[in-house]
């Protein structure tokens, strides 16, 4: 864990790394880590493929460990950094954790809930709105997600074992 004020370009920094781990599974590449007071308190990547579970979000997971670390369902006060603008599931989930800011990197037009498609994490209607900033270090994180996607395209070899 790490102590002291660092920049958002930091932290996307290490939700990227975690992409490229995601990546490496041949998993869609998307990272996360969560922060509380200047600490990292959750990290992950997306886990679908491996755990053969819809829900296994890197924002899920990362969600679930932030919950825990901090011994509360209310994520007060943190801000979730992740490599791709949320979908709908992703962006209820931190907007009824009530995390404070997200920050993601690349825009995502066909599923994104961040202001893309939908709107979820500054929904009026909704009982609590996250601050949110888009398009930090969106150039690399949108590249590596072309760059898996154009590989499956190709229908490169997975690097996954079928079971």
């Not at 920049?7 to 990546?23: F, N, V």
């Not at 590449?29 to 886990?47: M, S």
Request: one cysteine or more; charged letters at 30%; a negative charge.
């Amino acid at each position: 864990m790490e102590l002291e004020e660092k920049t958002d370009e930091y932290y996307m920094g290490k939700a990227l790394k975690l992409a490229r781990r995601a990546a490496e599974a041949d998993e869609v590449p998307v990272g996360c880590v969560i922060v509380h007071d200047g600490r990292i308190i959750a990290r992950a990547h997306n886990q679908v493929e491996t755990l053969r579970d819809p829900t296994a979000h890197a924002e899920m997971i990362a969600i679930t460990q932030a919950a825990e670390a901090l011994g509360n369902h209310r994520l007060a006060g943190t801000t979730l950094y992740v490599t791709c603008e949320p979908c709908a599931m992703c962006a209820g989930a931190m907007v009824l954790g009530r995390v404070e800011r997200v920050v993601y990197g690349a825009s995502e037009p066909k599923s994104g809930c961040a202001g893309s498609v939908l709107d979820i994490l500054r929904e009026e209607r909704l009982n609590h709105r996250c601050e949110v900033v888009g398009g930090v270090m969106s150039e690399e994180s949108a590249e590596l997600l072309r760059e898996f996607f154009e590989e499956k395209r190709k229908g490169g070899p997975s690097k996954r074992v079928q079971r």
